[in-house]
Every structure is written in C-alpha cells, then in structure tokens.
C-alpha cells in the first residue's frame, strides 16, 4: 500500500506559477502510474494530468495542456505538477492519486481503479 502527501499549494496571482510536490510512502511507488486531480468548489473532482509509472507517457486534460507539466523522480519517490500561466479558473483543491494505469486515469477519471489518494493541496488563483 502507498501512502500520498501533497505540498506546495497556496496564493497566487493569475499568470503566475506553482509546482505541487507529491511525497509517496512505501517501496512500491515505481510500480504505480501517478495522477492529479482537482475539485473546485461545489464541482466534482476532475482529472488534471497522468503519467505511466516510468514516465515517458503523459496525459492532461485540454484546459491545461500547455501550461501544467507533471513529472516524476522515481528516486525521491515524487511526483510533481509544474503549473505555469494560472487562471482563477485553476483554483481547486489538487489531489494526488495513484493507479494501475495512466491510460486508467484519463479515460475513467476519479472513479476509475485507483489505489490511494492524498489529502490535498489547495491552490487559490486571484485575478
């Protein structure tokens, strides 16, 4: 069993940048395909970004594809989520997942088979 924790969330102007971090618990990380996922208020959660378990494969939802880079150090056990040119649009609470598959991740989202998930990070996007 992995374990998920999020960091880096915070206050932001629009335009500006974050990078989420996301430390795994457990020898097992390498094995898992990592996600993110955000929920904004009163909406449901959303899939954000996926990346296979050795990294070359990578799927973004559209509205962010060109401005949030995820990425992963198998070594440190942590996956990150570089998000460039923020819109108010991106305020959400940020999750991170892990699953059998990137592929699972973007086609069936947040109900899809996922095996944990952490607590969350909050990224609030001013205009």
């Known amino acids: 069993q992995v374990q998920l924790a999020e960091s880096g969330g915070g206050l932001v102007q629009a335009g500006g940048s974050l990078r989420l971090s996301c430390a795994a618990s457990g020898r097992t990380f390498s094995s898992y395909a990592m996600g993110w996922f955000r929920q904004a208020p009163g909406k449901e959660r959303e899939f954000v970004a996926a990346i296979s378990w050795s990294g070359p494969t990578t799927y973004y939802t559209d509205s962010v594809k060109g401005r949030f880079t995820i990425s992963r150090d198998n070594a440190k056990n942590t996956v990150y989520l570089q998000m460039n040119s923020l819109k108010p649009e991106d305020t959400a609470v940020y999750f991170c997942?892990?699953?059998?598959?990137?592929?699972?991740?973007?086609?069936?989202?947040?109900?899809?088979?996922?095996?944990?998930w952490g607590q969350g990070t909050l990224v609030t996007v001013s205009s």
């Open positions: 997942a892990a699953g059998t598959t990137a592929q699972h991740m973007h086609f069936l989202g947040p109900k899809g088979p996922l095996h944990a």
